[in-house]
């Protein structure tokens, strides 16, 4: 229990490398800002397959093969897969590592898994019992429709604060091993599950904007840190009305993050029409971390982030029978030695 | 990477300590061979709730207080609950989390969640991560049956292989120090996600029978133990006709579990007429093992089992699209020093 900075943050003691990290996305992503960042645009949203649940886990598995190439990883060298996304039963996830042949550890934590993958990769190596691992997560817009709300060819219009699922996947592989300017994972504190009591579950935003603000406190109180700190302080999907929340929360408490706060569900469609509070999903910001965030500090742009993917963790069972939103957020610091 | 025995098992290195496990079941276990082991018996499948969703809750807030007292640590020291369940965004555990007020880590491996959540703690533990961790599992006969076959109230007849759900959640308190007798975690096999093209979901433990192979075969390798070495190898759910499986298939690589093999599935329900080919579940491998398994050694009457949880990792919607079924086995050692 050497590695505890407080009752929910660790520090890894041996240094945790990003390697490699791929993200894949539809055209609709491509239109916003951060098109040119995505390694695949698939050319539509079944990408050769016959079922968009088809295309998820096609997505997903291309995601980890590009990333453990960019690593310079032999598949057969990675110790676990560490994933999940938002289908029942994470399929995608687990179709995957059949077809990838990986020694798999199934998660589930809504969209914030991409930070609890890295969380719990970042453990397994820094604690010696893994030299590569791969992190990864998907979403689809139209299977997560189907599957949450109502199938698409209903053409049931949706709410103001409504987000739209990100089609898309991102992979991160972690070593144990690496050079001395790439980016590492160097601490996390992990979420608890906070409900304010929001029911909407087309406000998911308003809903897992309260976690967000307990872990991030939660982080700067144990590891001493101040938001400014950070080059950027990045959640997941909040969308543009739950980053809103956010910002006002952490006021409340004298914690100003404005300035270098960016939320990946309010800023990957940023500017598109039709698109009502932003993007969402385990996608979202799994391929905003992968193709935009690691890339800059791989390039030497930035080199201080904290990632902090948030997850809803409700169910359609748990809202038609009446209950709140339970949501999640674990919180990632990645960081960079300079030249 | 340091306490690797081999490409998919690890040995740790500084002792994984069980203090406490709790179960609780309904009366339907109760009436089984192991019915005096449980810690709590139902009075019946609501338990003074609302709904069968809310009761497997409890049931899983409940395992995990009675764990925690046994083990005499305080719900505020356990620094992760790491656990999940089989319903559709594993609501059953992360409500229990917000109820607990514990740092959450989902997981989902279907079935074989107990031994992944086992494997996954005690990696934290031994990794210097945490000191105190829970890790539960829960399932329920009649929130299963609603959601992944068909409504209790159509009264749809079972195939011969099937399995019934087990009503039951099982927890286990895992700590980095102990007593010399104490069972310990010693070493895991993490398994791959194994698929034999088997797609009948009414014959799942033929299904799962080549993963609990393929892992169980891993680990005798790589740790250069044979099934003698073991007082019990375990399997959670394969059932009475999965479990033969099983059998067959280590003999066809001249390996001979018979004499100490058990299957939870297989036992938890022996004698009982009307059910078919035995036990099912998350909650099935976790009570037998906190309940039964756990106890046996803390009393001194066996010392060295290898508890191997088997998921069937399908969906409802992979086996409407034609998909078989992949499943995936992740093996446990728990050893206990003699007195």
Not at 255 to 264: L, Q
Not at 282 to 301: D, N, Q
């Amino acid at each position: 229990m050497d590695k505890r900075l407080g009752e929910r943050t660790v520090r890894f003691k041996n240094g945790v490398y990003i390697k490699g990290c791929a993200s894949i996305v539809e055209k609709t992503e491509e239109k916003g800002p951060f098109g040119e960042y995505f390694d695949v645009v698939m050319s539509d949203d079944l990408w050769e397959e016959e079922s968009w649940e088809k295309t998820e886990r096609k997505m997903f598995r291309t995601a980890v093969d590009i990333a453990s190439a960019k690593a310079g990883v032999e598949l057969k060298d990675i110790r676990y897969l560490l994933g999940g996304d938002l289908l029942n039963q994470i399929i995608s996830a687990s179709f995957s590592a059949r077809d990838l042949s990986l020694p798999f550890i199934g998660l589930y934590g809504a969209c914030s898994t991409m930070s609890e993958s890295l969380m719990i990769g970042g453990m397994l190596i820094d604690g010696g019992f893994a030299d590569w691992v791969a992190c990864a997560t998907s979403s689809h817009f139209a299977t997560a429709e189907r599957q949450y709300r109502f199938p698409l060819e209903l053409g049931t219009p949706k709410t103001p604060t409504s987000q739209r699922t990100v089609t898309g996947a991102g992979a991160c592989i972690l070593a144990e091993s690496g050079e001395r300017n790439d980016p590492k994972v160097t601490m996390c504190t992990a979420g608890k599950v906070i409900d304010f009591g929001v029911k909407d579950a087309n406000n998911m935003g308003a809903a897992m904007a309260p976690a967000a603000a307990e872990t991030l406190i939660t982080h700067f109180e144990e590891t001493d840190r101040k938001p400014e700190d950070y080059d950027m302080i990045i959640t997941g999907d909040l969308g543009t009305f739950g980053s809103e929340v956010l910002k006002d929360l952490m006021k409340d408490r004298n914690i100003r993050i404005d300035d270098n706060y960016r939320d990946c569900g309010a800023d990957i469609y940023r500017g598109l029409k039709d698109i009502k509070c932003g993007g969402s999903g385990c996608g979202c910001g799994a391929v905003m971390l992968s193709a935009y965030y690691i890339r800059k500090m791989m390039e030497g742009e930035i080199s201080r982030i904290l990632f902090t993917a948030t997850g809803a963790l409700l169910s359609p069972t748990s809202s038609q029978q009446g209950e709140s939103i339970p949501s999640i957020a674990h919180a990632v610091a990645i960081e960079r030695e300079g030249e």
